[in-house]
T-cell receptor, first 111, second 111 residues
Framework: NAGVTQTPKFQVLKTGQSMTLQCAQDMNHEYMSWYRQDPGMGLRLIHY???????DQGEVPNGYNVSRSTTEDFPLRLLLAAPSQTSVYFCASSSGRGLAFFGQGTRLTVV | GQQLNQSPQSMFIQEGEDVSMNCTSS?????WLWYKQDPGEGPVLLIA?????ELTSNGRLTAQFGITRKDSFLNISASIPSDVGIYFC???????????FGPGTRLSVLP
């Protein structure tokens, strides 16, 4: 029962570098999403997907790209990392009706 | 976007005490959710509420969907050390595609 798997768990980037945060789910959920968590601000939605080939922007999409080529995978790309993107990133998948399952998070520091 | 307010922001209680926290919004929603985040982990769903006035329990936790559909309450009875964490309320803004989270209530339980 893997659920939602995120890799890596920790990452340090230099300003201007790019990287991809991986997310995979084995529950055959149609809905997947990416959130960032900053102190005192809860979780804010970056991008989401309602199925393979379909993505849309959330509340804070700038600086991030996503694609959804399969039901299982929903990678998040940082194109030109900036210190403001230092955060904890969570991927979630959902079958609907609020029943979202979260990964363990990726702690990203941009220096 | 939608905004949820949670109170209190943080609380320190003695083991064995009961806890109450709430979540409010300026808009009406049809689904209210309560998640808990343990340190270093992703949020985990505690209770989902789908009907105004609904009262739902999950062990020592009880949550209510406010009759106005603009608020929700979470109560924890007889707190124990493992109740420590951040409690988030959330609403399902788009039929499972878009969850909006409150800023969280941080709970500390003193032995």
């Amino acid at each position: 029962n893997a659920g939602v798997t995120q890799t890596p768990k920790f990452q340090v980037l230099k300003t201007g570098q790019s990287m991809t945060l991986q997310c995979a789910q084995d529950m055959n959920h149609e809905y997947m999403s990416w959130y960032r968590q900053d102190p005192g601000m809860g979780l804010r939605l970056i991008h989401y997907s309602v199925g393979a080939g379909i993505t849309d922007q959330g509340e804070v999409p700038n600086g991030y790209n996503v694609s959804r080529s399969t039901t299982e995978d929903f990678p998040l790309r940082l194109l030109l990392a900036a210190p403001s993107q230092t955060s904890v990133y969570f991927c979630a998948s959902s079958s609907g009706r609020g029943l979202a399952f979260f990964g363990q998070g990726t702690r990203l520091t941009v220096v | 976007g939608q905004q949820l307010n949670q109170s209190p922001q943080s609380m320190f209680i003695q083991e064995g005490e009961d806890v109450s926290m709430n979540c409010t919004s300026s808009s009406i929603f049809n689904t209210w959710l309560w998640y808990k985040q343990d340190p270093g982990e992703g949020p985990v769903l505690l209770i989902a509420l789908y009907k105004a006035g609904e009262l739902t329990s999950n062990g020592r936790l009880t949550a209510q969907f406010g009759i106005t559909r603009k608020d929700s309450f979470l109560n924890i009875s007889a707190s124990i050390p493992s109740d420590v964490g951040i409690y988030f309320c959330a609403i399902d803004d788009n039929y499972g595609q878009n969850f909006v989270f409150g800023p969280g209530t941080r709970l500390s339980v003193l032995p």
